[in-house]
């Protein structure tokens, strides 16, 4: 019986001790990467990493600069599908950027690019219908991105 008891209290010693150090470094890491600060619209918490600061400093020199931040074109309308989409971006930026483990140039990516071109379409909807009334491809899905990569980070 004193066995098990000590068995238990052992596992619920070292399972506590897990659960501390991961938490104490995911708090460390928020803290240290500035993670409050991408909670909110302001476009200079995008190039808090090193590794977007070329799209930061194109994006200043672009034309949308002066009617769109970060947010408006890389995060969905609505509270809860812009938090879930600037979430999951924040777990795979700070995974990517952590271990090295990302394409240079960074590439975004497809849920991204879906996010981005509905924000396109959103801003520019008189043009977009006259495009996809007018388009050529079966299903009507002219992605503003193959023509208009750099609208939104010259370089």
């Known amino acids: 019986m004193k066995q098990s008891i000590s ?4 596992f619920k010693f070292w399972i506590s001790l897990f659960i501390g150090l991961i938490a104490g470094i995911g708090f460390y890491t928020f803290i240290y990467a500035k993670g409050f600060s991408y909670l909110s619209d302001d476009p200079s918490s995008c190039a808090n990493c090193h590794v977007m600061n070329e799209q930061y400093d194109a994006w200043i020199k672009s034309s949308h600069h002066a009617v769109a931040v970060c947010n408006d074109c890389h995060t969905p309308e609505g509270f809860i599908p812009k938090y879930t989409v600037k979430g999951l971006n924040g777990f795979n930026h700070s995974w990517a950027f ?13 849920m991204n690019r879906q996010v981005t071109e509905n924000a396109c379409r959103k801003c520019h909807e008189d043009f977009t219908i006259m ?4 388009s050529t491809k079966t299903n009507n899905a002219v992605q503003c991105l193959d023509c208009h990569s750099s609208v939104g980070h010259l370089h």
Do not use: A, N
């Open 7 to 10: 068995l238990s209290k052992t």
């Open 98 to 110: 952590t271990t090295g483990w990302y394409e240079d140039p960074i590439q975004i990516k497809d």
């Open 131 to 134: 495009v996809d009334r007018y």
